[in-house]
């Protein structure tokens, strides 16, 4: 399974916000869409993420605000990112290794959606779902014939 199989299921709905934006801002949006992240570009570019972990790290350090405090004060600045070809497999360590929720999905410079851990995680329990459907699909039609024929040998 690749990252585009995610992005078709889920949509590409992006929510995108300038690093020189008030955090107060960005934060109003994420909790206004009820997102967990926002996608920070400057002039077309990907430059930082934005996630609910970030505001949450500076409005700590600043004793429960965010002040003025501009967007790239708080986003990472070198998030991962994957490709419409990333496997899932992949995905998954690169999320694992560094704790990442939320991962931009990237084509070549232009950003075609953001894919969260629960995405992942959602996309491997569906798989398993399928797979077991299958597999008791199977087991279900396994022909009355093959089961005689063992009890008949012994």
């Not at 934006?21 to 009820?34: C, H, N, S, T, W």
């Not at 410079?109 to 969260?116: A, E, Q, W």
Request: glycine residues 6%.
């Amino acid at each position: 399974m690749k990252v585009s199989d995610i992005l078709r299921v889920k949509g590409n709905t992006l929510y995108t916000v300038k690093p020189d934006e008030p955090l107060a801002v960005a934060v109003e949006i994420m909790a206004g869409k009820d997102i967990g992240s926002l996608v920070v570009m400057d002039h077309g570019d990907l430059v930082g993420m934005l996630t609910f972990r970030e505001v949450i790290q500076l409005a700590a350090k600043q004793g429960g605000g965010v002040g003025r405090t501009l967007v790239r004060s708080a986003m990472d600045d070198h998030p991962l990112t994957c490709t419409l070809e990333t496997e899932m497999d992949e995905v998954r360590r690169m999320m694992l290794d560094r704790h990442a929720r939320y991962m931009p999905v990237m084509d070549k410079r232009m950003l075609m959606g953001v894919i969260s851990f629960y995405d992942v995680a959602k996309a491997v329990v569906d798989s398993q779902d399928f797979e077991n459907k299958m597999l008791k699909a199977y087991i279900r039609d396994w022909p009355a014939d093959a089961s005689k024929d063992e009890s008949s040998a012994s």
